[in-house]
């Protein structure tokens, strides 16, 4: 992994700044081997799925697809715990933001949203995302927990989202609450326009 770590160093250097036709090549070159890379924490993975009659070269392929894949979800919960470089975390999470998942994946999501460094906003957002899709009202305690945590940040927003479907007063107090948090009052307004337009 400390490769594949020096490799995404190296490929964000170049990609942050102008560059020469030679580090232009060079960024090139370098996506394709951080893919292979990565590919190589989740090959196993792969190998599940190909025994299930799901074919991918790429976690991203199961993101990007139009298909359903509901006999993917319990070989991408197994992994989910086991993957460390980021971006795959994020494909694996985004395979799991699916109707599919619902009721199947919301502890796992939280679990890895717990887990997550809360430096890490932009991954805990993708999960909170994931969450709102899955979540069943089993999940509304943790939601409310975790929304009104304001060292969960922006990542919040999505978790916000997700209360936005659920008709209950406790959840009606909780987003009344955040109009005053300027990090999500915005959500937390569009939550509850969903909440009367949805009674």
């Known amino acids: 992994m400390e490769d594949l770590e ?5 490929w964000k250097e170049l990609m942050s700044r102008p560059r020469s036709k030679q580090e232009a090549d060079e960024a090139l070159t370098l996506a394709e081997r951080l893919e292979s890379e990565r590919v190589k924490e989740y090959f196993d993975l792969i190998l599940e799925l190909k025994n299930k009659n799901i074919v991918i070269k790429s976690i991203w ?3 990007n697809t139009k298909e359903t894949y509901p006999q993917a979800i319990d070989v991408l919960l197994k992994y989910l715990p086991r993957i460390h470089n980021e971006k795959n975390k994020e494909g694996i999470v985004r395979a799991l933001t699916v109707k599919e998942a619902k009721g199947l994946a919301s502890a796992a999501l939280i679990k890895e949203y717990e887990l997550t460094p809360k430096e890490k906003d932009g991954l805990r957002w993708v999960i909170g995302n994931a969450i709102a ?3 069943t009202l089993q999940d509304v305690d943790w939601m409310i927990s975790a929304v009104r945590d304001k060292s969960n940040a922006g990542s919040r927003r999505q978790l916000i989202r ?3 479907t659920v008709k209950s007063l406790e959840v009606q107090e909780v987003l009344n609450k955040l109009l005053d948090d ?4 915005s959500t937390a307004m569009e939550a ?8």
């Not at 020096?6 to 190296?10: Q, S, T, V």
């Not at 300027?182 to 009052?185: N, R, S």
């Not at 509850?192 to 009674?199: C, D, E, G, I, V």
């Open 192 to 199: 509850l326009k969903k909440l009367k337009r949805n009674t």
């Open 6 to 10: 020096k490799l995404e160093k190296r």
């Open 182 to 185: 300027d990090e999500v009052k």
């Open 133 to 135: 899709t899955v979540m």
């Open 61 to 63: 392929d199961l993101v």
């Open 162 to 164: 997700g209360l936005g």
